[in-house]
């Protein structure tokens, strides 16, 4: 199981705001990173640190962070940020090990 | 910019080694504070940290798979590797590698290689 645990589904309509969240307890020390993977195509990189968009990444995305819970919000949902979103950081050991959350399947109504 | 491209074996059989090579082009793998990363993704399911290595050799392994994996690198050809013994149908997933930076608060992965799909079956 998870370290990470994420909302199994969530929807949005076109042009609204979402949160997809992920908690776990070694948020409360590190960020998650948050990435965007789309039907046959490997991850991408969305969100990492405290709130840092890679180059290339829609200003729509951003990340916070708050006790053991971290979020991604995208604000006016477009049609192709319909995708599969996973959160990541270390596990809560101590032992510098990675973890994912489960994912969130993103809807665009 | 960097780029990472997995390549091996698509199928295995049943109790054997997975064997996967990720080469990284674009820059030194030894270049910069980085450890290098495997993850997998069964069909139709989630991310799994597979483990990481560091260009001293250093790792770091997920503790469910720590005793069938190794994974090793080789800074004169820009590569790292993964192996997995003892293989089962369980194992069959598509297989990335990625870079990882880390600090004190942060930890990410990017980029990632496209992936490729090890099918174990006999």
């Known amino acids: 199981s998870s370290e990470l645990t994420q909302d199994p589904a969530v929807s949005v309509a076109l042009g609204q705001t979402v949160r997809i969240t992920c908690q776990g307890d070694s948020l409360r020390s590190y960020y998650a990173s948050w990435y965007q993977q789309k039907p046959g195509q490997a991850p991408v990189l969305v969100i990492y640190g405290k709130n840092n968009r890679p180059s290339g990444i829609p200003d729509r995305f951003s990340g916070s962070s708050s006790g053991n819970t971290a979020s991604l919000t995208i604000t006016g949902a477009q049609a192709e940020d319909e995708a599969d979103y996973y959160c990541?950081?270390?596990?809560?050991?101590?032992?510098?090990?990675?973890?994912f959350g489960g994912g969130t399947k993103l809807t665009v109504l | 910019q960097v780029q990472l491209q997995e390549s091996g074996p698509g199928l295995v059989k049943p109790s054997q080694t997975l064997s996967l090579t990720c080469t990284v082009s674009g820059g030194s793998i030894s270049s910069g504070s980085y450890y290098w990363s495997w993850i997998r993704q069964p069909a139709g399911k989630g991310l799994e940290w597979i483990g990481r290595?560091?260009?001293?050799?250093?790792?770091n392994y997920n503790p469910s798979l720590k005793s069938r994996v190794t994974i090793s690198v080789d800074t004169s050809k820009n590569q790292f590797s993964l192996k997995l013994s003892s293989v089962t149908a369980a194992d069959t997933a598509v297989y990335y590698c990625?870079?990882?930076?880390?600090?004190?608060?942060?930890?990410?992965?990017?980029?990632w290689g496209q992936g490729t799909l090890v099918t174990v079956s006999s």
């Open positions: 990625a870079r990882e930076d880390s600090g004190s608060y942060f930890f990410y992965l990017d980029p």
């Open positions: 290595i560091y260009t001293s050799g250093s790792t």
């Open positions: 990541n950081s270390r596990d809560s050991s101590g032992n510098h090990l990675g973890v």
